[in-house]
């Protein structure tokens, strides 16, 4: 008897195969995204009685059912202008120093009176602040019979404080720079506006605090925002210390929106 | 040896093809890890509008900590007629009125916290960092998204995001 040689298995076939799944695949992938805007829903606080808010911290896009556009009381015919207006709602006392500042709020005539002012913070304000929060809220957290609302809100307060803290080490200089505390994009639209306008203000009002917030990182960290925010998002180590760099720019420039149901 | 000269006209050698597989394996595999697959294929219409500067929805997806909700015109339209303003929600596979009206008044609230308990707790986020991810046709009236804002801050769900397309990200 001949040695039986064993056959070798005939691959030609696996081409075939492989081909099969990868046109399996090529079909049934979609390479679209999903990408969003992400807000934030407040929560509903019951506090007592607030300072009013002025009227030149509020900039106002409003949207009626017939989807034209109301910017800070004036008609607009291109909701592609938004960003633009909401950049010099932001930009227009940017440059002002603190003794400017101060001039300017007793000058009713000046043109940037109707647009919000920027506080100068230093350090040792902040501290203090975060102190006197600290206290503040011991103090209401002993007070027995307390609203929850309260102490929340307090702790809010203290929040902020300690984020501004934090921020003003990473800037570096002394003083801290801030829009008003209270400034803050208000998006009015009604019950039949459609959705599409309703992203197109806020994709606007993304450009616009985008733009700002890349300027301040190109000028501070000599990168651009969306190069850090990749990083960051990628980088779970976080190496480059990315979270406190955003944390700041955020600081700087707040996105303050709040959405007004309609009723 | 000689035996094969005889013939005289040289042969061309065949293409070796052994090493096409692992090339075609090699696509196979790309393929495979760069797709995500669709939850599921919604049973309403949703054209989404153009934005810019969206946040990429990747990373929360892949930790899942986002659920999506899409609202549109029902692809059956002799059903348009049950819902609110002719807009359904559709929820893992379920359409549902929009607003909170007819039989569910609570279907969003409902079907959030559900989604939220049956999560294991190592995955759990705080409710209200768990994005619930808006994906809304065009031209859907607003008044639909601050009904489902409204069930949704009811439970404490306080992150929101509105879906759109974005050409810049990639």
């Known amino acids: ?52 808010i002025e009227k030149r911290n509020i900039c106002d896009i409003a949207a009626n059912n017939e989807n034209q556009l109301l910017f800070r009381g004036i008609p607009m015919e291109d909701p592609d202008l938004i960003s633009d207006k909401v950049l010099e709602f932001y930009q227009m006392n940017e440059n002002l120093t603190k003794a400017q500042t101060i001039a300017a709020l007793k000058n009713p005539g ?97 450009e616009a605090i985008y733009e700002l917030r890349d300027f301040a990182a190109k000028d501070i960290f000599g990168e651009s925002y969306g190069i850090i925010k990749k990083r960051e998002a990628m980088d779970k180590t976080d190496k480059a210390g990315d979270k406190r760099k955003l944390k700041l720019l955020e600081v700087l420039y707040p996105a303050r929106i709040i959405e007004v149901k309609p009723n | 040896m000689s035996k094969f000269r005889k013939g005289g006209g040289r042969e061309v050698p065949g293409v070796n093809t052994s090493s096409l597989p692992d090339i075609v394996f090699m696509l196979l595999f790309f393929f495979m890890v760069a797709t995500t697959t669709k939850e599921s294929d919604p049973t309403v219409k949703v054209e989404r509008p153009v934005g810019l500067k969206a946040t990429d929805m990747t990373p929360y997806k892949q930790r899942s900590e986002i659920d999506f909700l899409y609202l549109g015109e029902p692809r059956n339209p002799s059903r348009a007629a049950e819902f609110k303003l002719g807009y359904a929600l559709f929820l893992d596979n379920v359409l549902q009125p929009a607003a909170g009206e007819l039989y569910n008044t609570n279907a969003i609230s409902r079907w959030k916290k559900d989604k939220f308990e049956s999560k294991p707790p190592r995955m759990k986020e705080k409710i209200e960092n768990v994005i619930t991810c808006v994906k809304a046709d065009k031209s859907a009236p607003t008044i639909l998204i601050f009904d489902i804002r409204d069930q949704l801050e009811k439970i404490d769900a306080l992150t929101v995001a509105y879906a759109v397309e974005d050409n810049g990200v990639f």
């Open chain 1, 1 to 52: 008897m001949a040695k039986r040689e064993i056959p070798e298995i005939n691959a030609g076939s696996m081409a075939d195969i492989a081909f099969l799944l990868l046109i399996f695949f090529l079909v049934t992938t979609t390479m679209e995204k999903d990408t969003a805007y992400v807000r934030k829903i407040p929560k509903k606080l019951e506090l007592p009685q607030t300072d009013p």
């Open chain 1, 110 to 206: 000046y043109k940037g009176s109707n647009f919000p002012f920027y506080s100068f913070t230093s350090k040792e304000e902040i501290e203090e602040n975060v102190l006197t929060s600290e206290t503040q809220l011991a103090e209401v957290e002993n007070t027995p019979g307390v609203e929850e609302d309260v102490i929340e809100f307090k702790l809010k307060q203290l929040d902020e404080w300690l984020a501004k803290q934090k921020a003003a080490e990473s800037y570096g200089k002394n003083i801290l720079p801030e829009i008003h505390f209270q400034a803050h994009i208000r998006v009015e639209v009604m019950a039949e506006t459609e959705y599409e306008l309703f992203t197109k203000i806020q994709s606007e009002v993304e």
